[in-house]
């Protein structure tokens, strides 16, 4: 389990509470982890914590909120910069790994709640923003279609699915790619480009394409 992370007690209660609970609800689920945990944690008693939140069902919700608005509002300013279709599509994967890197416990807290929640698209805050998320890609790769840039019949929803779930994925397991021989002449710097070539030119050489 990761060290906790120190208190720094200039930081506003509310804040420090949002943010211990954050890690400690991606670290250990929402079951695991207690009021008193978070209260430890982020250097206050637990009637702080009860005088923000009715209870850690409260909590919980509030902390998922935040973390998928953060990430929503990134995304959406990292779209709207003026790079091609083409070019957008390492540009979103260098941001969107670097994204994951910066925030570990927004992406294992969204991770637990896309793969352990079986009411997802009925409660709570995760859909709306997953939606919004692949809305956003999907509007990229269908303008870059229309502007003859990627292939005709090419399915904007399976790119940007793609897109979001390689390198989620791929933030995830970092952790094991020294202990796993298949990415030993996979280095780091050249991950988004490797993945990018696959992702525009796929992976059946033109000999093969010509006998399908």
Request: proline share 5%.
């Amino acid at each position: 389990m990761p060290d906790a992370a120190p208190i720094d007690l200039a930081v506003p209660a509310l804040e420090r509470i949002l943010a211990a609970a954050e890690r400690l609800f991606a670290e250990r689920g929402f079951d695991s982890v207690s009021i008193s945990d978070v209260a430890a944690a982020s250097g206050v008693c637990k009637a702080n914590v009860f005088h923000h939140f009715a209870g850690k069902h409260a909590l919980y919700e509030a902390v998922l909120l935040g973390s998928c608005a953060r990430l929503g509002e990134a995304m959406e300013r990292m779209l709207a910069t003026g790079a091609d279709p083409a070019g957008q599509i390492p540009h979103f994967l260098t941001w969107y790994r670097a994204y994951l890197r910066e925030h570990p416990a927004t992406a294992r807290l969204l991770l637990r709640e896309l793969t352990g929640n079986p009411d997802l698209a009925e409660s709570g805050p995760v859909f709306p923003v997953l939606v919004r998320l692949v809305d956003m890609l999907v509007a990229h790769v269908r303008a870059g279609s229309a502007h003859g840039v990627f292939r005709e019949g090419i399915h904007p929803t399976v790119v940007a699915s793609l897109l979001l779930g390689v390198t989620l994925f791929n933030a995830q397991t970092e952790h094991l790619r020294r202990h796993m021989a298949a990415w030993r002449d996979v280095g780091d710097d050249a991950y988004v480009a490797l993945l990018t070539d696959v992702l525009l030119r796929g992976v059946l050489s033109a000999q093969a394409l010509q006998t399908r």
